[in-house]
T-cell receptor, first 110, second 117 residues
């Protein structure tokens, strides 16, 4: 399969709680990116972390990368109902192609 | 920021007809564009890489005669689903790589929902 794996597949939390999503991949990468997709819409880029970086922050988002374990995590702090969406990790290898993980469907309950 | 326009946003067509989907980079030049397919509640599967001025590179298992890709200019790539059948019904999304902004992620179109009846 060209896809990486993400877990959990689905996550339901209360507004204000933190949400953590994990991504594992199979090959060496140049960078790993996280995207968000609202139902039936296109993707919105959230954050990119390079292979030589271990952690990155952007607003309420925190991304970690462990290249030795070939895994990454996305943490959304103080979640809001508007954060409800599907979240995908995508790995960028040497050919500029993005290969997407299986995704996590996040539901933030008001 | 970089914007990619995808058109149409949805289309319904009869079996056996062909459908063309356009993907335009509005404020940057994209030598490389990508076409993805997404089934309900599933991830994006890369179909092909579209290169300006040359033939597209298709992923394994994707029929190049079925999904014709043309990248005739630095701002436009088209995907034509030929002789469409109900199993081709899906959500198709394009993305474009801005050489300058690539370090900040790729830009995606809003997608096209194709329904073949």
């Amino acid at each position: 399969s060209q896809q990486g794996e993400e877990d959990p597949q689905a996550l339901s939390i209360q507004e204000g709680e933190n949400a953590t999503m994990n991504c594992s991949y199979k090959t060496s990468i140049n960078n790993l990116q996280w995207y968000r997709q609202n139902s039936g819409r296109g993707l919105v880029h959230l954050i990119l972390i390079r292979s030589n970086e271990r952690e990155k922050h952007s607003g309420r988002l925190r991304v970690t990368l462990d290249t030795s374990k070939k895994s990454s995590s996305l943490l959304i702090t103080a979640s809001r109902a508007a954060d409800t969406a599907s979240y995908f990790c995508a790995t960028d290898r040497s050919s500029y192609k993005l290969i997407f993980g299986s995704g996590t469907r996040l539901l933030v309950r008001p | 920021g970089a914007v990619v326009s995808q058109h149409p946003s949805w289309v319904i067509c009869k079996s056996g007809t062909s459908v063309k989907i356009e993907c335009r980079s509005l404020d940057f030049q994209a030598t490389t564009m990508f076409w993805y397919r997404q089934f309900p509640k599933q991830s994006l599967m890369l179909m092909a890489t579209s290169n300006e001025g040359s033939k597209a590179t298709y992923e394994q298992g994707v029929e190049k005669d079925k999904f014709l890709i043309n990248h005739a200019s630095l701002t436009l790539s088209t995907l034509t689903v030929t002789s469409a059948h109900p199993e081709d019904s899906s959500f198709y999304i394009c993305s474009a790589r801005d050489e300058i902004l690539a370090n900040y992620g790729y830009t995606f179109g809003s997608g096209t929902r194709l329904t073949v009846v």
